[in-house]
């Protein structure tokens, strides 16, 4: 059976088309071959160090770089032979010379237990804060390092009490829609234990809030001012300047809570007139803690749990 089988298929290649025509399929063989290839180039970019192998990642990125997602396009962005960061001589540094302590582990040990006492404030005091307080921990957070010097941050201060309100109208109005529509119940089901939901009466109790925004690009410091310039890993950045004022902020006394306002950003950003390049990240209420303040009795993960040593 196995060798009538050899015979009808020798039989078949040897009288079929393919051999007949051979001469005219194998120049359209190469041509679509060379299609391919030109179309691969162009998907994943002339550095071939750029592409992408995993099936996982190439399906959520293409050609961009693991981290930098709000880059843009790698591909076709525009080349500036110069840095946008000025050339600057690197100078001597010899480490930290300010710290809590001589000691360095003490010092370690008093800011562990600075940061172990922040608790996420719900619920704050009409206590009036002076601004330069949290303007100086601004500062600090603007201290941050980040994606190529790029500092792609901008740090919204607002005490008027008309603007908290405005930003509290906005806010609850889309948090009722995430609540009862855009929200999993299994994700409003997890917040319960927290006693949380769409009212933010926080947001004009509190003396001030900061609205945190990323910059997805800026602009050069040339004679014009329009060329845009890339800020790399934008939001990692941002967000590690938010972690710093959140330290910041509990070294001066002040209490916070971070909230991630959904589907909020753009009114926000319309109500600040802030630039299209700005997107919203987090909102900060700023203050201390109302007489009557209360907080989940949680406990954190021990230092086993997080820290896996080599």
Not at 259 to 272: F, S
Request: with cysteine; aromatic share 8%; charged share 25%.
């Amino acid at each position: 059976m196995a060798s009538y089988l050899e015979d009808l298929v020798d039989s078949l290649i040897s009288s079929s088309a393919l051999v007949t025509y051979w001469n005219y399929i194998f120049p359209v063989l190469v041509g679509l071959y060379l299609a391919i290839s030109l179309y691969d180039k162009h998907r994943y970019g002339r550095n071939k160090k750029l592409r992408i192998t995993e099936p996982a990642a190439s399906e959520k990125g293409g050609n961009k770089l693991d981290g930098i997602e709000y880059v843009g396009d790698l591909e076709h962005a525009d080349y500036d032979p110069l840095p946008a960061l000025e050339e600057k001589p690197h100078i001597p540094f010899t480490g930290a010379t300010v710290t809590l302590a001589k000691d360095p582990l003490e010092a370690a040990n008093q800011f562990y237990a600075i940061a172990n006492n922040r608790r996420s404030v719900r619920k704050f005091s009409s206590r009036p804060v002076d601004p330069a307080i949290v303007e100086r921990c601004i500062q600090a957070a603007g201290t941050a390092p980040s994606g190529a010097h790029t500092e792609p941050w901008t740090f919204c201060l607002v005490s008027d009490p008309s603007i908290k309100a405005s930003i509290r109208e906005i806010i609850e109005t889309e948090e009722f829609v995430n609540y009862t529509q855009r929200m999993a119940k299994q994700w409003v089901t997890d917040l319960r234990p927290l006693r949380t939901n769409h009212i933010k009466e926080y947001l004009t109790e509190a003396p001030h809030l900061v609205l945190v925004f990323k910059q997805t690009y800026g602009y050069k410091s040339d004679e014009e001012g329009t060329a845009k310039k890339q800020h790399y890993y934008n939001e990692i950045s941002t967000s590690i300047a938010t972690g710093m004022l959140l330290c910041a902020l509990q070294c001066a006394g002040l209490s916070s809570l971070v909230t991630t306002p959904l589907n909020c950003g753009p009114a926000l950003r319309t109500l600040l007139e802030r630039p299209p390049n700005e997107k919203l990240l987090v909102v900060l209420p700023v203050g201390y803690p109302a007489e009557d303040c209360t907080v989940p009795d949680l406990q954190r993960k021990s230092l086993d749990d997080i820290l896996v040593r080599f």
